[in-house]
T-cell receptor
Framework: GAVVSQHPSWVICKSGTSVKIECRSL??????MFWYRQFPKQSLMLMAT?????????EQGVEKDKFLINHASLTLSTLTVTSAHPEDSSFYIC??????????????FGAGSRLTVL | DAKTTQPNSMESNEEEPVHLPCNHS???????IHWYRQLPSQGPEYVIH???SNVNNRMASLAIAEDRKSSTLILHRATLRDAAVYYC??????????FGAGTILRVKS
């Protein structure tokens, strides 16, 4: 079945530094990738949608200059949290979709990356 | 995005069937009903999806009401590994996958 690999699975960084999280579709080409964040005991919140070769579309309230998303190939999308602060500490999850953007399409999710900013 | 309503939590005994309900009274004719689940500290995983007819796969069954205003995810024999948050989501062409609060399923041994 479809597999999405996310790396790193956890990261601890100092306040003010930038952190990059990678999301790779291992056995399929992902035309669209989605990035979510999840705070403890809360549901997933969609941050942005990225399509290969084009700029990401950010959800309302998500700072595009803080959360840089690059979808340079059909198998790789990256999320960079720039100048991270403790309030950015969260569980970041990517998902990928192959094929046309239809209601029947199933998403495959990565295992998530837990970011802790000290 | 059309909305869904799920109970906050449910409890089941191991080896027994579990019926997880979802109400979606404002569903449109082209909305697919998707179910995902999230185990603790993991990303969500796909469970099942359908449009109008009932669906079965190796993980679960999806029973869709005739008027499509509600659906039920059926786990035929719950195991401890099925303890997770289950999300019922409606998705149409061009729709993003937007997660609600979901149902926390607890399985007792």
């Amino acid at each position: 079945g479809a597999v999405v690999s996310q790396h790193p699975s956890w990261v601890i960084c100092k306040s003010g530094t930038s952190v990059k999280i990678e999301c790779r579709s291992l056995d399929f080409q992902a035309t669209t990738m989605f990035w979510y964040r999840q705070f403890p005991k809360q549901s997933l919140m969609l941050m942005a949608t990225s399509n290969e070769g084009s700029k990401a579309t950010y959800e309302q309230g998500v700072e595009k200059d803080k959360f840089l998303i690059n979808h340079a190939s059909l198998t790789l999308s990256t999320l960079t949290v720039t100048s991270a602060h403790p309030e950015d500490s969260s569980f970041y999850i990517c998902s990928a979709m192959a094929g046309p953007y239809s209601g029947a399409n199933v998403l495959t999710f990565g295992a998530g990356s837990r970011l802790t900013v000290l | 995005d059309a909305k869904t309503t799920q109970p906050n939590s449910m409890e089941s005994n191991e080896e027994e069937p579990v019926h997880l309900p979802c109400n979606h009274s404002t569903i449109s004719g082209t909305d697919y009903i998707h179910w995902y689940r999230q185990l603790p500290s993991q990303g969500p995983e796909y469970v099942i999806h359908g449009l109008t007819s009932n669906v079965n796969n190796r993980m679960a069954s999806l029973a869709i009401a005739e008027d499509r205003k509600s659906s039920t995810l059926i786990l035929h024999r719950a195991t401890l590994r099925d303890a997770a948050v289950y999300y019922c989501i409606l998705r149409d062409v061009g729709d993003k996958l937007v997660f609600g609060a979901g149902t926390i399923l607890r399985v007792k041994s």
